[in-house]
């Protein structure tokens, strides 16, 4: 058991202010990759860590969650907001919209307002990635690019244009989130009921992990303070507020961080899709760790698929399920939720992913690799 030295204190600044019809809109593709087998902060301005036996807030708020829905990269026109709205799901992650350059005037409040007071009520979660500078977010500067500043450490390595990687425990970049009029905030005063933090394996990057070696820091314990950071400042305004991490699921070896966050969000458990959604999906995993990089694996992946194995060494195609499984179970052993998110479009894949995820007593979502499209809950 793995355990972290004590968590460093925030700046005081942060305390301050701070079917298998998978779609509507979604084009179902047809291909060979088919697997067959709020409450008041403590007293003391203090953040609740819970004890031995106890639960956090959130994850109480978590336990009734059945059908959820992810939709980042896309402009919700009321169209969009009123489908959801009607719909069964539970809970609802979406981009913090209003962060985007082009829209800080969407009015993101009423919309969480209306699925907060839907007749299914849901929970609006706020996507944020924590680990990579997005040149199309309204903090971006025209001349910045990686080394401008510091802390923007390189380019994405899966092919994500304008997403880059950043040195996440730099005061520059954590006064976007957690300085006055900053991010954080932001999503506190719109409603959100949790956030969804990207990119928390950020630590894993090469361009991080030599600023890391280069400043003498451990990547990994600071990802940790990072993350104990952003909840610390959003769960002493609101106690129940929820924590939610996508990857990194290897960091749930820490008892430190998974009695920070709520849940994890796992990814291409079983399928993907490539970099700016070419291809958009079903590219089958790996299923064990024997197959990873071998001859047969490489050769059973169509076309589209292959390419990104191969122009991607560092892809989740180049890692198996029964890799990320293992991590899954050890999470699950220690109490926290399990969300899963797998990118296909072939009706038998996607009806696939949703049995065998619920069989092991996982919360799945099914969409494209862009996650730009509204598709109706499965059941």
Known sequence: ????????????????????????????????????????????????????????PGRSRLADVTHWLYLIDVDLDQETVDRIAASSYDMVVIDFITSEAWNRDYPLAEVIEAWHTADQPKL??????????????????????????????GDDPDGWEGNFPVAYWHDGWQAIWLGEGGYLQG???????????????????????????????????????????????????????????????ELVSYDDYVAIIDAIAQEQIWFDGGADNVPPGDCPLP??????????????????????????????????????????????????????????????????????ARSLGFIPFVSNRALDCYVEPFD
């Open 124 to 153: 609006v979660i706020a996507y944020i990635d924590i680990g990579e500078a997005e040149e199309y977010r309204d903090y971006w500067h025209p001349e910045w690019g990686v080394g401008n500043p510091t802390w923007i450490a």
């Open 187 to 249: 999503i506190l005063d719109a409603g959100f009921d949790g956030v969804y933090m990207d990119w928390v394996e950020a630590y894993s990057d090469e361009n991080v992990r030599e600023i890391a070696r280069m400043e003498g820091v451990d990547a990994v314990q600071e990802m940790i303070w990072w993350v104990g950071d952003i909840a610390d400042y959003l769960r002493i305004q609101q106690a129940d507020f929820i924590v939610i991490a996508q990857n990194a699921a």
């Open 287 to 356: 299923r064990t760790e024997a197959e990873v990089d071998t001859t047969e694996y490489r050769r059973s992946l169509s076309p589209a698929c292959r390419r990104t194995y191969d122009d991607y060494p560092e892809s989740t195609l180049h890692v198996s399920s029964e890799a990320y499984l293992a991590d899954l179970a050890l999470a699950q052993q220690k109490g926290l939720i399990i969300l899963t998110v797998d990118y296909a479009l072939d009706a038998d894949n996607v009806a696939w992913v949703y049995q065998q």
């Open 1 to 56: 058991m793995r355990s972290i030295p004590q968590r460093r204190k925030m700046p005081a600044l942060s305390w301050m202010s701070v079917a298998v019809v998978l779609i509507l809109s979604c084009q179902v593709g047809v291909g060979p990759e088919i697997l067959k087998t709020s409450e008041a902060p403590a007293p003391d301005g203090t953040a609740i860590i819970p004890g031995d036996g106890e639960q956090l």
